[in-house]
């Protein structure tokens, strides 16, 4: 009787033994956040399944952004401002790059496209490498965060205009622009990052930001072509003080906008040329706004 | 009193029984029981992802770990450059396993005794050892120097402590912002896409990939193992998402040994292209090719009545290296690489001609006594073949598939084969042709590794592997012209760690 008792717990401890990994492993990937796991995501012709996202979250992004996708992973407390950005809290809803006005809901597209090309000056990389199937999955996860997507539906994207050519007149007209809508106060007059408010500049959560500066080499966060920074100031970055200047400047003047901030940034440019040539002189911040 | 000291002897055994199951039950608990899981720490401590974002399981890469090592250690996101990191950040990491195997032999020729003494009479048997045990030591340092300049550091040792440069390398990255213009110069890996440094199994045989070291019975040319590290500059290419992969690197052909000491004036070249497939839910697909042509010394000056002057190699002669490789996966858990290799020596090598300095892997020599009695053989002027020799060929192929049931835990498994096409013959089997299948290997690995916990600042993996090869022809024989098989294998469990 002993002994069959001893063997019986010799077998127990072995089965346990093989099968506590497994269930380990099992209660990790079976990882749920309420009822949202049947959020969908449709990029092109693909449909994102956010349940089939949980092991490539849970291996590529659970690091910063937990597994709550709060933005409390276990790397967050080391990606302190200025020098580093915190992880986004996608329970909120809340983000920065998108096509659709500020205040609303990012397109799936818009998600798909913030993987894809990651955030420079941050620890996002690019998750190209990724297949599309796996980052439109991903998409479908990172909306299953956020109640306000079983609630509100995505924006509808901002029409921009075809790009008109680059003239110098254009430029000047941009500087106009950077001048009347104050873009110096945070940016500075040589698009620097220091202007007199970049100091004090915080996102909505109360967590210091800096300013973009056009001229250190690196690509705004958003994209780098024309459209992408016309697209950043007409939509502005939600979460963060960079407001909306959709009701502020016209599509026309947008483009000249563009075409000025193209003169601060050191990639070479037809824009920084023309401004060479020009010699254009930066906005005087201490003039009335008028003669700025 | 019999009786009694049975039942107590019994009863210490079902104790020391339930003792030692509590105990393997403790063990699974608290190496289960961790924090949710994580390669190198040190890029994962730099990037604050954890190791699973670069690895399928450490160290094999995915293809953003892939991407990653593409882009020069770099994500290209910005904050690459050294400055960008805390000042205390120190890009190094250490790498050893303990381990528990078991190792059987299936053939060994053994002195027999009679009363005692040694009698001069021979047996063959095998040799089971077990045991607790080390592997050796690395320490890997790498990252960049500046933005689109990286490198790369590996002090190793073996077992005992003894090191050498595993990999020392400087890389310009991304030349004129194109990721098609990458260069490296130093000691590396060469180009391959199931790379044997960051290879899943530990065991003896299990732990190299046998179709990157084949060499036939008999043959001297130890400079086309694909394997191993290379001295060399490479170029490389990738698109921007590293669906397409091409390099080429011309590599000194002394199979990475040091101090121009083996056929310093030889060289040999290295390609591999491959392309990568989207396709849809079954994952991202890669199919490629590699080829390794090259050619190396035969013969060596010699001094001091035929002892080799080391970097004296001349007499080159060819050999070459080629195969395709496919990457394969079946959703996100069933993974499948296939390499195949096609070899070929010039008929010299198929003599044993070519390492004629015995190399102890680090630039030294082991090779201190004049030809013929202490070095492989040696071209020296008016030597001819043997009749009947011929240039060596074979073909060989390696699938390793991998169950991935989490980032936490892998199943592996690997078949490799490696089968003569054409003998050397000549002096190989003493003056008459060798048997077609004389060294071909056999061999398959199972195994799996559990990752208790997963972070971006440390690794551990409770390793468990088993290996088995079979070797053709090369085993021991009392009976002369007969030959007789190899069978080992090995049983291994392991922690294998790094921080």
Redesign the interface.
């Known amino acids: 009787m002993r002994t069959t008792l001893q063997k019986w717990t010799l077998l127990f401890s072995s089965a346990v033994l093989l099968a506590l990994p497994a269930a380990s492993s099992a209660q990790l990937s079976t990882y749920d956040i309420g009822t949202r796991l049947g959020a969908e995501s449709h990029v092109g012709n693909l449909t994102g399944h956010a349940k089939d996202a949980a092991l490539p979250y849970r291996r590529y992004c659970v690091g910063c952004h937990g597994p709550l996708g709060d933005g409390n992973g276990e790397n967050a407390p080391y990606m302190q401002p200025p020098m580093y950005q915190q992880p986004r809290d996608f329970q909120l809803g809340i983000f920065k790059c998108r096509s659709t006005p500020t205040g609303t809901l990012p397109t799936d597209q818009d998600l798909y496209d913030a993987i894809t090309r990651g955030f420079d000056r941050t620890n996002m990389p690019q998750w190209n490498a990724l297949s599309k199937q796996e980052r439109t999955d991903l998409v479908a996860w990172v909306k299953h965060f956020s109640p306000r997507w079983a609630n509100e539906k995505p924006g509808t994207p901002i029409t921009i205009p075809p790009e008109p050519e680059v003239t110098a007149e254009r430029i000047k007209a941009g500087r106009d622009v950077f001048a009347r809508v104050q873009c110096w106060k945070c940016h500075g007059v040589q698009g620097m990052a220091n202007g007199p408010s970049a100091s004090t500049l915080q996102d909505d959560l109360g967590r210091p930001i800096a300013p973009f500066n056009f001229t250190d080499g690196t690509r705004p966060k958003c994209g780098d072509t024309d459209q992408d920074i016309y697209r950043i100031f007409m939509t502005g970055l939600d979460g963060t003080p960079m407001p909306s200047f959709a009701d502020n400047i016209k599509p026309d003047e947008a483009w000249d906008l563009v075409f000025y901030l193209r003169t601060f940034m050191a990639q070479k440019s037809k824009e920084k040329e023309i401004a060479k040539g020009l010699g254009l002189k930066p906005v005087d911040p201490n003039a009335p706004v008028a003669q700025q | 009193m019999q009786v009694l000291s049975r039942f107590h002897l019994r009863k210490v055994f079902?104790s020391a029984?339930?003792l030692f199951?509590?105990a393997?039950?403790l063990a699974?608990?608290v190496?289960?029981?961790g924090?949710?899981?994580?390669a190198l720490p040190a890029f994962a401590r730099k990037?604050?992802?954890?190791c699973?974002?670069c690895h399928e399981s450490w160290p094999m890469l995915?293809?953003?770990g892939?991407?990653?090592k593409d882009n020069g250690y770099q994500?290209?996101?910005?904050?690459d450059a050294p400055i960008?990191q805390n000042p205390s950040y120190w890009p190094v990491v250490f790498r050893i396993t303990p381990i528990w195997h078991r190792v059987s032999t299936g053939k060994v020729q053994v002195d027999t005794y009679t009363g005692g003494a040694l009698d001069g009479g021979q047996a063959i048997q095998r040799i089971t050892s077990s045991g607790f045990d080390l592997s050796g030591l690395d320490f890997h340092t790498g990252g960049t120097l500046e933005k689109n300049i990286s490198f790369y550091l590996l002090p190793s040792s073996d077992s005992t402590g003894a090191f050498h440069f595993e990999q020392v390398f400087v890389r310009f990255d991304n030349i004129a912002h194109s990721p098609w213009l990458n260069f490296k110069l130093g000691r590396f890996e060469l180009d391959n896409l199931l790379s044997e440094k960051r290879i899943l199994t530990l065991t003896g045989n299990g732990g190299i990939y046998q179709t990157y070291h084949f060499m036939p019975q008999g043959d001297g040319n130890i400079f086309g193992q694909i394997g191993d590290n290379q001295l060399g500059m490479e170029y490389m290419g990738h698109s921007?998402?590293?669906r397409t992969r091409v390099s080429a690197a011309l590599v000194s052909s002394s199979d990475g040994n040091v101090g121009l000491t083996t056929t310093a004036n030889a060289y040999t070249g290295f390609v591999a292209a491959s392309q990568a497939f989207?396709?849809?839910?079954l994952?991202?697909q890669r199919l490629g090719f590699y080829a390794m042509v090259g050619e190396a010394s035969t013969y060596y000056l010699t001094s001091g009545g035929g002892i080799p002057i080391l970097g004296s190699g001349i007499g080159n002669k060819g050999f070459s290296r080629e195969g395709f490789v496919g990457q394969f996966y079946f959703g996100?858990?069933v993974g499948l690489t296939v390499v195949t290799q096609h070899g070929s020596d010039n008929v010299w090598f198929g003599q044993g001609y070519g390492n004629a300095e015995a190399t102890d892997g680090n630039g030294g020599t082991t090779c201190t006594t004049p030809i013929p009695n202490g070095c492989p053989v040696n071209n020296v002027p008016g030597t001819t073949l043997a009749a009947g020799s011929q240039a060596p060929s074979w073909n060989g192929v390696t699938a390793e598939g991998h169950y991935i049931?989490?980032?936490?835990?892998i199943f592996i498994g690997r078949y490799e084969a490696e089968r003569m096409s054409q003998q050397a013959n000549g002096n190989i089997c003493g003056g008459v042709a060798c048997p077609s299948n004389l060294g071909n290997i056999s061999t398959y690995t199972i195994g799996f590794r559990?990752n208790?916990f997963m972070?971006?600042?440390a690794g551990l993996a409770?390793h468990n592997e088993y290996n088995w090869l079979h070797q053709d022809g090369t085993g021991p024989s009392l009976t002369p012209g007969v030959l007789t098989n190899i069978n080992t294998g090995e049983i291994l469990m392991g922690l294998d760690f790094d921080f």
């Open positions: 079902h029984t339930s199951s509590l393997l039950v699974s608990v190496l289960t029981c924090e949710p899981a994580n990037y604050g992802l954890r699973s974002a995915n293809y953003f892939q991407k990653f994500l290209m996101n910005d904050r960008w921007v998402d590293d989207d396709t849809g839910k994952g991202v996100p858990h049931y989490s980032p936490q835990l559990y208790p972070t971006s600042r409770w």
